[in-house]
C-alpha cells in the first residue's frame, strides 16, 4: 500500500491550490485520512482531518480557507487551499489509518505519502 501526493507548487498569497493524494494497493478499509504540514526548522503539524464518514476537523489558522474531502471510491483525499499566506509554506504530506491486506490476514496502521513543497510568495 502506498500513498501518491500531487499538487504542490508556487502559488502568491492569495490564491489557491489543490493537493491530492490516492491511496493503492491492498487496502481493505480506509480509515481517517489526514494533511500534515512542515515548515523548515518548525515540527510537522496535522492540518485538517476526514472520518470515512466525512466529518472534518482543521488547526485554527487554516479555518475558512482550506478545505478536506475525501473520495472514497477513489480512495482519494484532497486538500484546497485557499486565501493563501506566506505562513503557508511547508511541505505538506497526507496520511491515513489503512487496514491493509497481507498474506497472513489484515493488518492496520498508519501510512504516509511523500511530501509535496507548497510555497506562497509574498
Known amino acids: 500500500v502506498q500513498l501518491q501526493a500531487s499538487g504542490g507548487g508556487l502559488v502568491q498569497a492569495g490564491g489557491s491550490l489543490r493537493l491530492s493524494c490516492v491511496a493503492s494497493g491492498d487496502i481493505v478499509r480506509i480509515f481517517d485520512m489526514n494533511w500534515y504540514r512542515q515548515a523548515l526548522g518548525k515540527q510537522r503539524e496535522l492540518v485538517a482531518s476526514?472520518?470515512?464518514?466525512?466529518?472534518?476537523e482543521y488547526i485554527e489558522a487554516v479555518k475558512g480557507r482550506f478545505s478536506i474531502t475525501r473520495d472514497n471510491a477513489e480512495n482519494t483525499v484532497r486538500l484546497q487551499m485557499n486565501n493563501m499566506k506566506p505562513e503557508d509554506t511547508a511541505v505538506y504530506y497526507c496520511n491515513a489509518e489503512i487496514q491493509r491486506a497481507t498474506t497472513w490476514g489484515t493488518i492496520r496502521g498508519p501510512m504516509w505519502g511523500q511530501g509535496t513543497l507548497v510555497t506562497v510568495s509574498s
Open positions: 476526514i472520518t470515512s464518514s466525512g466529518a472534518t
